[in-house]
């Protein structure tokens, strides 16, 4: 194609201001890379001063107030430069495949003029040289250009990927999206008696029956059936099966499963988890406050299932006799090990973390035998599986970092997989019969759709919890955040509903039950909530002691793991 002097002068033009552009918007984005390492809300030194000021005296509502107002300023800017380096990566390749494109245009097209009169030299040769000086200066810009453009968001704080569908791994049983669309729903409905894993039947943070209190104290005895002091430190969460309940605890570096009476209080048994092949001499890396019993039990008619931070899995009869045990090798990593159990059938589902590994292991229950083990990719988090149904398929979802994925509880295949999580992931996910939901702060709550091509229906990031998990309904998605705020959304649609300041941190994971959404805060306050559109605060009965661990619930009565005693609640 042949122009003009005229058209090969404006293509010039244009040519150097796609350059100069592609110059600018790369130092933008170095500022901008700069501004965010500066913000990152994670290392920002005044808010983790007042955070420090805080954590000595949680009882200062204007410091509580001081931590929401200046986390909330922190995470607005932290995403919106966040999102400038996004966009400048885009503009960066556009800006330099404009530039070549330009300059091959006017490397076939520029005139040759000889400097001297005489014999005119071969003016193809000429062109070919120039056109590839050209062409392969525009080509080492274009390449530094993407180069600088993925150096710059790999290098980011902690960014998610920010994709709207991810990688089919392999397809669901079934064409899920259709069953969504014609709206079917799964009909889960948990058991009024047993709360047999963390977060209750199939870990999704419901409860079956009603009649549960909404009017208790822990320091005068309102309503407070009975209380045991807890023997062994551990941030376990309570399980029940039938008239049982069992907690983990450890001392020093002995691990132990209890179980208790769930009507007297009484405790039946106690077993040592500790002694097995395999088992560190030391203790391992982990969060001093968390300690060795972080993980919740897992339980059917059969069996109980326990994991402990070093390593130690033990399966054990309902008389405490061991079945089996093994040591699955020291999950080292940032914080130590929180990762619950969870059952599917006679499965005994393992997410294990650690530095050197991540995996998902499926373990007979009655004989111990390692049945599969799926490996994953990523950096350890510390969620816990879930188990969700999509279409009739049984799926075990993991909230991991950087993929939120599901596997076949039988097989251990994955299922499906999506990345858009960072950071230090602890929450777990929440499922409805429609969607998978995952957050992590100082990341994106994402509403996922499960299926061969999993997809982000929609996403925000104005509240996002630390360690409490959400949970959600077909219509709703209920979080609390570490700063004491409360959010429900559209589940379907990702609409804000309504928010509320409760004014204390929450660990504990809301549970729902009897259409009442059950909030318990780090001071041991519960805050009672009808489960809808609007906020309606039922009540906000007390412990008398600091509560992290979430409440199990079973024949109308409420059992809350204080930080010093076990509470039964029931008000008759």
Known sequence: ?????KDISIIKGISQVAGGFTIIVALLMIFSLVQLKTINPLDNPALLSVKEQYDKNPENVNLAEQVRAMDLMARKAYFASRRQVETGSVLLVTGAIIFILLQRLIAGNEKIIPEIPGTKPDQGQYQNKYRKYLIGSALVLTAGAVAVSFILRNNLPDLNKQLTEGKGIAALEGDVKEVQRKGVKDNFKPDKTNFPTFRGEDGRGKAGGSGYPVEWN?????????????QYDGKSSPVIWGDKLFITGAEGANCFVQCIDKNTGEVLWTTSASGIPGEPSVLPKMDQDAGLAVSSAALNNKAIGAVFANGNLVCLDHNGTMKWSTNLGVPNNTYGYSSSLIIYEDILVVQYDSDKKLSIMGYDINSGK???ETLRQGYPVWSSPVIARFGGSTQVVINGNPSVSAYDPVKGIMLWSIDGMSGDVAPS????SFMTFTVTDYCDLLAIE???????????????PDISSPVATDDFLFLVTGYGDAVCYNAAKGDTLWTHYFGDQFYSSPVIANDMVHFLDRSGKMHIVKASDKFELVGEPVLGEPAECTPAFSD???FIRGRNNLYCISKN
């Open 450 to 464: 499960p299926g061969s091509v999993p997809t982000i229906k929609w996403r925000d990031n104005t509240y996002t």
């Open 556 to 558: 109308n009565k409420i």
């Open 429 to 432: 996910a929440a499922v409805n």
């Open 370 to 372: 390692l049945l599969w």
């Open 1 to 5: 194609m042949k122009f003009s002097d």
């Open 218 to 230: 822990g320091e005068n005895g309102t309503n407070i059936k009975w209380k045991t002091a807890i």
